[in-house]
């Protein structure tokens, strides 16, 4: 259940647009959010750290309308540190359900050599990420209605990992109505051939049958797709086919130099996907 999100800003350009994506939460059951400002205190001495704090404080506090007019009950905290550092020992402090920022959706070389504060959250946290990239926010025509409709149509890729098991659960978890259809979907390794195709594909439609099941007892309009080719298409293929609202998929936490070299689904589908992603660790 996503009951308290935690939503960083850095107050930079992108701002307007997190707040403007996080005003549709209250569709996914949110009530209360930790609104976050990380100062970073390295040179400076105590008094001036005190001031900054405070000054940061009394922005946050201005924002925070933004938020509390669409029902969120608001809480403001200013740790002071290593951005990411903070970010993630907030979340636990605070106990969290997910992480809300959006995404320049960089690219490798970028994460390599600049590094990127929501594609570390995607690899590291401990709570789900729950990502927007900014040109998607920047072009819809009412940002809260990325998440206001997210559940109505719903990739859900799986291959049957821990990960994916942990992502389908999440989803499960969200309040009731708020999936309309969800897509239960399997990319199948195209370089399979004979009997070894057929094993893999009467396994992977059982297991798929089975997470219908379940997605169903909860009164959600599940559907099987079973699929060949390299899993980062076959999903994005998918999002656009489907003209899905969104997508919830696990992540095994690669890291950059990882990515660099063998892929990652997760972050191949948050960099291209036309809906919000949630990436549940």
Known sequence: MLNTVLVPTDFSD???????????????????????????????????????VDQVRDRLREIAPRL??????????????????????????????????????????????????????????SVPALLGRFDLIRNAKDPADLLGRFGEKLIMPTDFSLA??????????????VIKTMYLLHAIDPALSGEKLRRTEEGAEFHLRNLQAMAEQRGIAAKVVLERGEAAHVVLAEIDERRATGVITGT????AIQEALLGSVSMTVLKQASCPVMIVP
């Open 164 to 177: 994916a098991s942990h992502a389908f659960t999440t989803a499960m978890e969200l309040p009731k109505g």
């Open 14 to 52: 992108d701002t307007d647009l997190v707040l403007g994506f996080a005003r549709g939460l209250p569709a996914l059951g949110v009530r209360r959010v930790v609104l976050a400002h990380v100062v970073e205190a390295s040179g400076m001495e105590g008094p001036v750290i005190a001031k900054k």
């Open 252 to 255: 095994r936490g690669r890291n």
């Open 68 to 125: 509390e007019d669409v029902g969120l009950g608001v809480e403001i905290r200013v740790p002071t540190g290593d951005a990411f550092d903070q970010i993630t020992a907030l979340a636990t402090e605070m106990h969290v359900d997910a992480i809300v920022s959006g995404s320049h959706a960089k690219s490798i070389m970028d994460q390599l050599f600049v590094g990127s504060i929501s594609e570390r959250l995607l690899r590291d946290a």
